[in-house]
């Protein structure tokens, strides 16, 4: 099992920034991905990004320039440095761990923190 504590969130004015922390604790492989999913009211859960543990990242096209991820690998902690914000990036936001087991993928979710930008 995998835990995540995630961290960061609040209220923001249009155009500040935020930046969110997520520590993984528990039985983490050597390679796995961590990444941050969003999902605003009335809406599916997306992506906003993703970082390997080799450092390759993946970007939602609507956070590219304005949102950067990055990784502590020695603390298992992982980052999301959100600038530029808008209102519609308000949402809850979920960090994610995924690693693979004999073939098996596992993935575990945080418990969320909320980002509100207002307008």
């Known amino acids: 099992q995998v835990q995540l504590v995630e961290s960061g969130g609040g209220l923001v004015q249009y155009g500040g920034s935020l930046r969110l922390s997520c520590t993984a604790s528990?039985?983490?492989?050597?390679?796995?991905?961590m990444g941050w999913y969003r999902q605003a009211p009335g809406k599916q859960r997306e992506l906003v990004a993703t970082?390997?543990?080799?450092?390759?990242?993946n970007y939602a096209d609507s956070v590219k320039g304005r949102f950067t991820i990055s990784r502590d690998n020695a603390k298992n902690t992982v980052y999301l440095q959100m600038n530029s914000l808008k209102p519609e990036d308000t949402a809850v936001y979920y960090c994610?761990?995924?690693?693979?087991?004999?073939?098996?993928?596992?993935?575990?979710w945080g418990q969320g923190t909320r980002v509100t930008v207002s307008s």
């Open positions: 994610n761990h995924e690693q693979t087991f004999l073939a098996t993928g596992l993935s575990y």
């Open positions: 970082i390997s543990s080799g450092g390759t990242t």
């Open positions: 528990g039985n983490i492989f050597r390679i796995n991905t």
